[in-house]
């Protein structure tokens, strides 16, 4: 009997920020998890799936908003970044989330113009469009959460 294949989107978005991007050391996000790096390794290659209590630990361990907006995909709420950029002086932290919400809405408009060079929008495209607005969005998203609790 052959065995089965586990396939994992989340596994495979870890995999992106952690091995890909490498954004942070692999033995360090371990480390910090309360984890064997050989442990995060199986998890990252799919052989076992990452149980509720080790994606809180990577995302305590690796904050990068991917992870908690994946689980937000699909439902009406909207992941914030509750600590990048943030400054305790409110006039810098709400200029610092209004540019990069200007950079965002900027990053929606060029690939929408670069995806109507053809004249017309293939699901490729709506792709490209969508990770770019679900980001303009959060960006959004972020600048309201910091004036609301400045």
């Known amino acids: 009997m052959a065995a089965e294949t586990y396939k994992s989107a989340f596994a495979d978005l870890v995999y992106t920020v952690l091995v890909a991007e490498k ?3 692999l033995k360090e996000v371990a480390e910090a998890m309360g984890m064997r790096y050989a442990t995060l390794h199986a998890r990252l290659n799919q052989r076992v799936a ?3 209590e080790e994606i809180r630990a990577l995302m305590a361990a ?3 908003i ?3 907006a994946y689980f937000l995909e699909e439902t009406p709420f909207i992941a914030i970044d509750g600590g990048a950029d943030a400054s305790d002086n409110l006039e810098e932290s709400v200029h610092l989330g209004a540019t990069k919400t200007v950079l965002e809405a900027a990053d929606v408009l060029r690939v929408v113009e ?6 017309r929008i293939d699901h490729r495209d709506k792709a490209r ?3 770019e607005i679900a980001e303009a969005e959060r960006a959004l998203a972020t600048l ?3 004036i609301e609790e400045g």
């Open 50 to 52: 990452f149980n509720p």
């Open 62 to 64: 690796a904050p990068d």
């Open 144 to 146: 309201r959460h910091r």
């Open 66 to 68: 991917r992870f908690a």
């Open 23 to 25: 954004k942070w050391p």
């Open 114 to 119: 670069k995806s109507l060079d053809d004249h």
């Open 129 to 131: 469009i969508g990770k």
